[in-house]
């Protein structure tokens, strides 16, 4: 499989990668920042989330899990993908109900985010990469096409 194939992936992948590395970076720069911007920057994660990153796990768990399944011929766990949905809905909440005036408690709010993402990236990464390597590549470059044509330019500007 040529990296020319897996383009659209690499390219989805490092956008979403730098959205989840900008988080502990948020989180360092909290205490420095006002009340008014401190809610402008969890209404931006929380519209990041909400908008990007939950549907790209809807359509991993949609496309890619059950169809690494079948290509691979073993089961991947498309249901820590909906753990990690479920994590991530949670952690929504919870910047939505946190004290603005309480950057601590915002801290703790990203710094776990981006551990529950980046394990989560880090997971889905291992499945392509486990399909690049074991299949041909006409089956794994149509369902990259499907993975990432579904999103619809979800995917954040790099």
């Given amino acids: 499989m040529t990296l020319r194939s897996t383009d659209p992936f690499r390219r989805e992948q490092i956008g979403l990668l730098r959205r989840i590395e900008e988080l502990p970076v948020l989180a360092h720069e909290l205490p420095s920042m006002g009340v008014d911007q401190r809610i402008s920057a969890v209404e931006r994660v929380v519209a990041f989330l909400a908008q990007t990153l939950l549907p790209h796990a809807q359509i991993e768990q949609q496309i890619l899990y059950p169809e690494a399944e079948r290509l691979l011929g073993r089961r991947h766990d498309g249901g820590a993908v909906e753990q990690d949905r479920r994590e991530v809905r949670q952690r929504i909440r919870e910047l939505v109900a946190a004290d603005p005036s309480d950057p601590g408690a915002i801290q703790e709010i990203l710094y776990a985010l981006h551990a529950v993402l980046a394990i989560h990236l880090e997971h889905e990464a291992e499945v392509y990469l ?3 390597q074991m299949q041909p590549e ?14 619809g330019g979800l995917t954040p500007a790099a």
């Fill in 138 to 151: 006409q089956p794994v470059r149509r369902l990259f096409r499907r993975v990432t044509g579904s999103q």
């Fill in 130 to 132: 486990k399909l690049v």
